[in-house]
Every structure is written in structure tokens, then in C-alpha cells.
């Protein structure tokens, strides 16, 4: 069932979708990791008539590298560990899924 999403959210999901693609081609960094966070923290802000429970969602995947990427700064670390890189890989591949659904799929039911 296609999402009854305005125009313009449907542009933040099209550009959140880009952004995550854009990602996954760059090399792994903490640098690629910030501005994945910004970008993806202000397309979701700007969003004009999601669900709470799209807002949600797209929330903890946004917080899962949102807390990996804080954590790195507060050890002071110049490069994401491995165990970093498998929770940043996982939660991309469920944004993935989750930004993928909203083409497909009503969400407004899903668990949160």
C-alpha cells in the first residue's frame, strides 16, 4: 500500500535514501559517520506529517549511530573499532529497510 506522505516528505525520504546510499560508498570514518548523523537529524526534523510511530522509528536507527559516534568522541578515538563498525553497519541496513518500506509497506502499524 503506497504511504499517503505529501510531496515534500516524500522528497526527505527520496533524500534520506540518497544520503544512506552516499554512506555506504564512502569509507568508514568517523567524519562519514557525523555527517551522516546531521544529515539524516534535519531531513527527519523537516518532515511536515510523518506518524509518530515514522518518527520513532526512523529516531532509534538515527540514535544507534548517533550513540556510537558519541561514544567514539568521548574515548577520544580517531577510528571506529570493529564492534563500532558491526552496530553502525547493522543500523544502516535496517534505515535502509525501513526507508525502503515506506514505498512499499504501510508502517503505521509496526512496532516500535
Not at 12 to 22: D, I, L, T
Not at 86 to 98: F, G, P, S, T, V
Amino acid at each position: 500500500m503506497k504511504h499517503p506522505y505529501n510531496e515534500f516528505d516524500e522528497r526527505q525520504f527520496a533524500k534520506m535514501r540518497e544520503a544512506v546510499a552516499s554512506f555506504r560508498e564512502a569509507p568508514l570514518s568517523i567524519g562519514t559517520l557525523s555527517a551522516l548523523i546531521s544529515t539524516m537529524d534535519f531531513l527527519i526534523s523537516a518532515l511536515q506529517a510523518p506518524t509518530s510511530t515514522v518518527i520513532g522509528l526512523l529516531r532509534r536507527f538515527w540514535g544507534i549511530l548517533e550513540e556510537v559516534y558519541a561514544v567514539a568522541l568521548d574515548e577520544g578515538q580517531k577510528t571506529l573499532s570493529d564492534n563500532d563498525e558491526r552496530i553502525i553497519q547493522k543500523a544502516i541496513c535496517e534505515l535502509d529497510h525501513l526507508l525502503e518500506s515506506f514505498d512499499a509497506e504501510d508502517v503505521s502499524d509496526k512496532e516500535m
